[in-house]
């Protein structure tokens, strides 16, 4: 099993990954550090995590839902905005919660599929709501 971490962190959270790994020789981790161009990496996994503390509307939840990855999200600021709950990904309470949700997508190839499809029917394009932004006289 490979794991692609994107982003910075801190490094006492990368170091904590380290020691999990050297425990787990079955699991490999990747830190690939701020990347310009996530998609390519998002397009290739089999579930998207994102196991934010804090968080306000989380951009790259809509980069993995508009190429339709399978969400695992903890309850963040912004989550039930993007997620249906068991519908099109999960969104969690806890540490424990998210581990549950990964195991169950890793164990049910199907259970993943069927997240990818609703993802499929939901309209990411932000295009739209850019517009209003720009436009600026829609709050007056």
């Known amino acids: ?3 692609y971490v994107v982003g910075d962190g801190s490094e006492s959270d990368k170091e904590l990954v380290r020691k999990e790994i050297d425990e787990d020789k079955t699991i490999d981790f990747v830190f690939l550090g701020i ?3 996530p998609y ?3 397009k290739q996994c089999d579930i998207y995590v994102q196991p934010s503390r804090f968080e306000g509307y989380c951009t790259t939840t809509n980069e993995a839902r508009i ?3 399978p969400i695992v999200m903890t309850d963040v600021s912004g989550a039930r905005e993007q997620l249906a709950n068991g519908v099109n990904g999960y969104i969690v309470k806890g540490e424990d ?3 549950n949700a990964i195991e169950q997508l890793i164990q049910y190839p ?3 599929k069927e997240l990818k499809n609703h993802i499929k029917q939901v309209n990411c394009d932000t295009r739209m709501e850019i517009n209003k932004l720009l436009r600026g006289n829609d709050c007056e």
């Open 97 to 99: 919660d998210l581990i």
């Open 110 to 112: 199907d259970l993943r």
């Open 1 to 3: 099993m490979r794991w």
């Open 35 to 37: 990347q310009e161009n």
């Open 67 to 69: 190429v339709g990855c």
């Open 40 to 42: 390519v990496y998002m």
